[in-house]
């Protein structure tokens, strides 16, 4: 049982003592869960008393406080406000700062980023019970991006970072596009996993011969710079730069001036990682990257590092001190291992003497992992392009882990913004009834916000520079995560809320400034508002086929599915649609015992529900076949019927109004197996299974162009103009 002084300090820092789990029930956290949570957050929870104190020390900097440590306002927005006035009803306002009423008028002056100042109009009071406050409005031509805004009351004057918003994004064309697993998607040129030059051809190919708007990919992030190379695209190093893994080595402009020798020495290291594309052996990221590390290490050699190139001194130029500390980071790791929790105390510090007298002496080393990330910067603007000169309107949509693993780069660099002692997952749900706990340090939100979202804000920066879009995993990150105390199960954690108005709003403005179009992954357990939140903005959320269903828990016919959304058939954490009509899924995870159920049930309610959707594509005209012929035949294990119910999957996708359709390339191929079982370690070979067809052949890049298996999972969507 929680006290209230305990969940009044729980709400202050905005950590629920209570929410409502996936069956509907509301389940109440434990008073450890709280302390612990609250221990993260920098509050004193060890005596009763010193939790009272804590609760007047937070009300008393409430009390004295005019503006949030980040002010947000979105240009140009209209909303209902949700407080009412004496007269009952809400008013339609321009979007507004809200200030309270704390002795005197109140006057506002906007510092922009120019230098210039303008005076805001003078605010309306709102008399609410309680909660007496203005409402400021800031002037109509205050330009959209990061400006200071200074807010006087009596004696009182405080300022804050003002970050202008667009109300909402440009309209989304509506297309289709490929979504993929890059490193599975290997052509026989490549070294044993997809690279930028397989992605750029893949573009190419959907975007010129089948009418493409965009091809989505997982998380190209930076993953550890020496083996062993963590698998997890989703548990990297840092969001804000990539993983050198991904470059084609012979798209680097110094190998074709190599001479002859060398070059051999290069074509050497990659001949037997070739000759993997025809094998469906699981992908071996550590030999892959030993190869291109020493091949790297020779062109940066030959190219004299960084003398001679004003692009990459430019490159260096831009990305500034956040670039220095990564690459820092990479030459210590070479050094000290992987996980900078291990290191000597000294080197702990990323701001510390220590580590600048390191860097003085990795000096080559440093600059050999900064080189690293303005190749991966130059391959990956030529696969956007490449994207774009096909015709496609968005082109290369990047993937946004929600986080980075506890002993990464960004942990490192930016430790003081992470809460100790925490690690991000999710609630039991029904899709994994044990809950998740995905090893990544928490932003800290308050800490953050005095940093004015700098880190936030690069990485987003980073992200849609490089192509047409973005999509957020876990699109809850803009809103509260669920934290896990270290040592617990991850159904002993809670939800902690951030500034959802601020990280949208930095989202939205970054978004803007690139053009790109944004997709949250709003699956599973997400507030109503959080959806309604990025849809007013134009943010699309994630419509899942096998997911959509209605309150009698029927499927959405086609017509009833949101617009504003990418609608696919599944997802990276779910078999491929081969694999899900065979039930494939039901037995993994009973082997796994990962099942709070028994597993005939699972495949009984497998079954029920698949039989439902089997009739609504009869019903809508996509199928030859009778259901029952076809739920019989794959109860016997039959595969008669699996490319028919593909292609049938994705016309109905075409039918709902959903602006994106998101087609997988696993399920074009035919493949069955699941790149990621959630909940799973070591028990199953998450992320490192290669791209293969229904008969347990590989599928390599370059036969996809004329694969009829292909041809005819992609005929519902592809413009029949462009064959």
């Known amino acids: 049982m929680v006290d209230d002084e305990l969940s009044r300090l729980a709400r202050a820092h905005r950590v629920a003592t209570r929410y409502t789990d996936w069956l509907g029930r509301e389940a109440e956290v434990s008073p450890d869960t709280l302390r612990a949570v609250l221990t993260s957050l920098g509050a004193d929870v060890s005596t009763p008393a010193a939790v009272r104190a804590e609760v007047e020390r937070l009300a008393e900097a409430e009390r004295a406080r005019l503006l949030p440590d980040v002010v947000s306002y979105r240009a140009g927005g209209v909303r209902a406000d949700r407080r009412r006035r004496p007269s009952g009803e809400p008013a339609l306002r321009p979007d507004t700062i809200r200030v309270p009423m704390r002795g005197g008028d109140v006057e506002a002056v906007v510092e922009l980023a120019d ?20 409402l400021l409005a800031l002037p109509e031509e205050t330009p959209l991006g990061w400006h200071r805004l200074r807010v006087r009351q009596g004696a009182a004057e405080q300022s804050a970072p003002l970050l202008v918003a667009p109300a909402r994004l440009a309209p989304v064309p509506r297309t289709w596009g490929l979504t993929a697993q890059l490193y599975s998607v290997r052509s026989r040129a490549s070294w044993g996993t997809g690279d930028l030059r397989d992605l750029a051809d893949l573009a190419a190919w959907s975007g010129g011969d089948l009418g493409a708007g965009f091809v989505l990919v997982n998380p190209l992030h930076a993953a550890e710079p020496t083996p062993p190379v963590g698998p997890s695209p989703y548990s990297p190093m840092s969001r804000r730069f990539g993983s050198p893994l991904y470059l084609r080595v012979e798209d680097v402009p110094e190998y074709a001036t190599l001479p002859p020798e060398e070059r051999e020495r290069v074509d050497l290291l990659a001949a037997p990682l070739r000759g993997r594309a025809d094998s469906m052996d699981v992908l071996d990221r550590d030999a892959v990257w030993t190869a291109k590390r020493h091949a790297l290490e020779l062109l ?79 391959q990956l603007t030529a696969a956007q392009r490449a994207a774009r000169d096909a015709g496609m309107p968005l082109g290369i949509v990047h993937d946004l882990a929600v986080g980075v693993a506890h002993g990464s780069a960004d942990a490192w660099i930016y430790r003081a913004m992470f809460a100790p002692g925490m690690s991000v997952g999710a609630p039991p749900d029904e899709f994994n009834q044990r809950g998740q706990d995905w090893g990544q340090p928490p932003w800290h939100p308050g800490r953050l916000a005095e940093a004015a979202y700098l880190p936030y804000r690069g990485m987003l920066e980073s992200a849609l520079r490089h192509g047409g879009g973005l999509r957020l995993d876990h699109a809850m990150q803009v809103s509260r995560l669920w934290w896990v105390p270290d040592g ?144 019989a035949a794959l109860k016997r294990g039959q595969d008669d019927h699996d490319a028919e119910v593909t292609a049938a999957l994705h016309a109905f996708l075409l039918r709902t109004p959903a602006q994106l359709i998101g087609i997988s390339l696993a399920d074009a191929v035919g493949e069955r197996r699941t790149q990621n079982q959630p909940g799973t370690v070591d028990e199953y070979p998450n992320w490192r299974i290669p791209l293969g067809g229904p008969d347990g052949r590989s599928v390599p890049l370059d036969d996809l162009y004329t694969d009829p298996r292909v041809r005819a999972a992609l005929a519902p969507v592809a413009d029949p103009t462009r064959h």
Not at 121 to 130: A, D, L
Not at 305 to 319: N, T
């Open 115 to 134: 230098g210039r100042t303008m005076n805001a109009p003078s605010p309306e009071p709102v008399y609410v019970r309680g909660d007496d406050h203005w």
């Open 488 to 631: 617990g199960s991850p159904a002993e954690g809670t939800y902690v809320r951030y500034d959802r108005d601020v990280l949208l709003a930095c989202l939205t403005w970054e978004a803007a400034r690139s053009g790109g179009v944004v997709v949250g992954e709003d699956l599973g357990t997400v507030e109503a508002e959080v959806r309604d939140g990025l849809a007013e903005r134009g943010v699309l959320g994630t419509s899942l086929l096998w997911f959509e269903r209605d309150g009698q828990d029927h499927p959405k016919p086609p017509q009833k599915w949101r617009e504003l959304s990418l609608a696919t058939v599944g997802t990276h954490d779910m078999p491929p649609i081969a694999g899900f009509l065979h039930g494939d899924h039901i037995e993994l995870r009973d082997r796994l015992g990962l099942f709070t159920r028994p597993p005939a049930e699972e495949l009984a309610d497998h079954h029920r529900r698949l039989g439902d959707w089997l009739e609504l594509l009869s019903a809508e005209g996509l199928l030859n076949t009778p259901p029952a012929t076809i739920l």
């Open 300 to 378: 940066y050699r030959w190219s004299g590092g960084s003398a001679g190139h004003p692009a990459y001194a430019a490159f260096r130029e831009r990305e500034g001190a956040a670039l220095s500390a990564f690459a820092t980071w990479c030459a210590l790791t070479e050094e000290q291992g992987p996980d900078w929790r291990t290191w000597p105390a000294e080197l702990q510090d990323a701001d510390g003497p220590a580590v600048a007298l390191a860097a003085k002496r990795l000096a080559e080393r440093v600059d050999f992992h900064a080189w690293l990330q303005w190749l991966l910067d130059e």
